[in-house]
């Protein structure tokens, strides 16, 4: 984020009274709230929560310890709670060093541990008191030194207020699993700021995370306090990491937005302990380069990269070109950095990248979205940065939205039962191929476990005594679901399933619980149908699997679930009487149970419909397909009804016509909308026959003699 400088604002003395009054109060409640947590840096200096120690099997890992000179019978344990599993060290060496105070011992880890993450515990006597420490989630052993690090990078979670997307995020890593995970800068958004610390410590440093976290500062890290909590509560604002052929070297850019020179110092003193053919990675906040995307130029000519730089850097060029003298001599293969609140990619000199990731909780610009990065790094320095929709990386954005993968474990997963179940959903627009782990009663053989609906192609079992671990990774495409059970359980029980149906704003929201305690629930559907106010039903409309509430924010996550609730807002559309509706839940076996209903949408209301005719009765109508005579009258349900009289008819050979309706209406068929009590009245007038005219006899005896004599004339003439 852009520094600004402070416009000037005159104010009075009592209002700057006030000002300075309320900052010291708000720094001296959080200072006491803060130092209620428990402080990871003391008297465990290393490994750290925020920079763990990384080892193999067989392997030794450092430890740093404040403690006197006159500790004995010292002892280290690593647990997971995980896996519920813990490891006596019994080989390790130390030594104390009078001028630090600090004792830094070497520990080898056993041969039979399971790869994962642990938390460190120690213990020492001195002056005939025992003393015990814990630092969770401060070492991570793999099986052997990985040919590729899969490393996920997020940013800028500026806690308090990122904690649900940091929360949401770890639960979602937890499944990818990638070797490591890491935050480059503005941890939390302020450093006084107690509930940031307690997040901290709630959220990644004693949580559920199963990935190692590196964790160094930004500019807000330092804010209020010059970074004093963050050094406190979480570790020193630069270090070095180093794990096989790969090495990570963290540097602070302090408020400023770049690296001072005795930083750089450092830095090159570190890399020239490094391997040639080894793996370099720099982490800062600030990124070196603020647009471009191929960028070819030299250290030695700093000037010409002017309009490259990110503004803290262009400003301090001298400092710019040191740290790229650093990159392009000793080849750092990848430089990962925050700050700006958007996604910047550069290739620098065709090698060289440089990936800034846009926040994981602080404030999102428009088009940017809460995300994480993930890229693939080779033992030989090869660099691939993964994106979605078959991006590239410089198609920003193409980093990983926060909040699109979902899962559960069910019924359980902590070796209590003989099944355990998994659904995934994959909403990202990339395909995942995450680590599977389930931990089941190892009671029986493993050979009595059965996978549904079909086993993966690869996995491992671990003998966890009286439980089984079982991993394995499978390809999740783009855009789709996956399910798989491992069980021992020859189950024939139907799911149990309960549902609560509320009307709500627009619509019915239905809520459902549905738990199995055999296998697990699969999924949840519904069918309904709509009854509308006319009698007429739709068809029937279908939804085969309604998502879970999965519980992954900054109160809790959970991974398993005994109980499944379900909600669905279901729009209703106008003139709707009632839904009837089906709620089926099936387990992980294809056992199904239902739930079915009715839900009446709208109270039936019923109106008093009175028909006649005038002047005659017993007039034959049809309304709405049946036929009715007058005088009509009954109660019906509100709603609209066709009537269509005929146009004419003969009663009494007396011919009526069809002349209107009491309420001016002129037409014979017409639609009625009845929502009130209604009477009508059907006119009809006689028609009156036509009346001949009388001729009296004697006219026409006269005209028939005139006839006869006109004609008896003409024949005399033509004789």
């Not at 909590?229 to 790969?246: A, E, I, R, T």
Request: proline share 5%; with cysteine; hydrophobic share 40%.
């Amino acid at each position: 984020m852009k520094i600004m400088s402070n416009p000037t604002i005159k104010v009075n003395n009592r209002f700057c009274i006030f000002i300075v009054a309320t900052i010291f109060f708000i720094n001296l409640f959080s200072f006491f709230a803060v130092s209620q947590r428990t402080i990871a840096t003391d008297p465990i200096k290393y490994p750290l929560p925020s920079l763990p120690a990384l080892c193999v099997l067989n392997g030794l890992f450092k430890v740093v310890v404040k403690a006197p000179s006159s500790a004995t019978n010292w002892a280290f344990t690593i647990y997971s709670n995980t896996y519920g599993l813990k490891y006596d060290i019994s080989y390790f060496v130390g030594s104390y060093n009078s001028s630090s105070g600090l004792w830094s011992f070497y520990l080898k880890v056993p041969s039979n541990i399971i790869p994962g993450l642990y938390s460190l515990k120690l213990s020492y006597t001195s002056g005939g008191i025992n003393y015990s420490y814990k630092q969770p989630n401060s070492v991570y052993v793999f099986e052997d030194y990985p040919k590729n690090l899969l490393i996920a990078h997020l940013s800028d979670t500026h806690l308090p207020y990122g904690a649900d997307v940091i929360a949401r995020a770890i639960y979602e890593l937890n499944l990818i699993k990638p070797s490591i995970l890491i935050i480059t800068g503005d941890f939390v958004d302020i450093g006084v700021i107690a509930s940031a610390w307690d997040y901290a410590w709630s959220i990644v440093f004693n949580g559920s995370s199963k990935i190692p976290i590196l964790v160094l500062p930004g500019n807000h890290d330092h804010s209020g306090d010059d970074a004093a909590n963050y050094q406190k509560y979480c570790g020193p604002l630069y270090y070095n990491l180093s794990f096989g052929k790969f090495h990570f070297i963290a540097m602070d850019t302090r408020e400023l937005g770049y690296v001072d020179i005795d930083q750089l110092k450092w830095a090159e003193s570190v890399l020239k302990n490094i391997n040639v053919d080894d793996v370099k990675i720099f982490l800062i906040h600030h990124p070196i380069f603020g647009t471009g995307f191929s960028i070819t130029g030299s250290w030695q000519n700093i000037n010409a990269l002017v309009n490259y730089l990110y503004y803290t850097w262009a400003s301090n060029t001298p400092i710019a070109a040191e740290f790229l003298r650093l990159v392009e001599q000793y080849n750092v293969r990848l430089v990962l950095a925050g700050h700006i609140h958007r996604e910047q990619f550069n290739i620098y000199n065709g090698k060289h990248i440089f990936e800034t990731i846009s926040p994981a909780g602080g404030s999102l610009p428009v088009g940017v979205y809460w995300s994480f990065r993930l890229i693939n790094v080779s033992d030989s320095g090869d660099v691939n940065i993964l994106t979605i929709g078959g991006k590239t990386p410089q198609d920003s954005p193409s980093a990983y939205p926060i909040g699109m993968l979902s899962y559960y474990y069910t019924p359980r997963n902590d070796g209590s039962t003989r099944a355990s179940s998994i659904k995934i959903y994959n909403n990202l627009e990339a395909s995942i191929n995450p680590l599977i782990e389930f931990i089941v009663n190892g009671s029986i053989p493993f050979n009595k476990y059965n996978f549904y609906p079909y086993p993966p192609s690869n996995y491992r079992v671990f003998d966890l005594g009286g439980r089984y671990l079982v991993q394995f990774r499978v390809n999740i495409p783009a855009k789709t679901s996956y399910y798989i059970t491992l069980t021992s359980i020859n189950d024939t029980i139907p799911p149990k399933i309960y549902a609560n149906v509320v009307k709500g704003d627009g619509g019915l929201i239905f809520y459902v619980n549905a738990t199995d305690d055999s296998v697990g629930i699969k999924c949840v559907g519904l069918k309904y149908q709509f009854t509308f106010s006319n009698g007429s039903k739709s068809v029937w409309y279908s939804i085969d699997d309604i998502p879970p509430k999965i519980i992954a924010d900054k109160t809790l996550t959970l991974y398993s679930y005994d109980l499944l609730k379900y909600e669905y807002k279901l729009s209703i559309p106008s003139n709707v009487l009632n839904i009837t509706y089906s709620i089926i839940a099936e387990d992980f076996i294809g056992n199904i149970n239902y739930v079915n209903g009715t839900f009446a949408y709208i109270t039936p209301k019923y109106y008093t419909l009175t028909i006649d005719s005038s002047p005659i009765s017993g007039i034959q109508f049809t309304m709405a397909g049946s036929s009715y005579t007058t005088k009509f009258s009954s109660s019906l349900l509100s709603g609209n009804y066709t009537v269509n009289f005929p146009s004419e008819v003969v009663v009494g050979g007396v011919k009526y016509v069809f002349s209107g309706w009491s309420d001016g209406f002129t037409g014979s068929t017409r639609t009625i909308l009845l929502n009130s009590d209604l009477t009508l009245t059907v006119y009809y007038k006689a028609e009156t026959p036509t009346q001949m005219v009388s001729i009296p006899s004697w006219i026409y005896i006269v005209i028939s003699i005139i006839v006869i004599v006109a004609i008896i004339m003409i024949i005399l003439r033509f004789r």
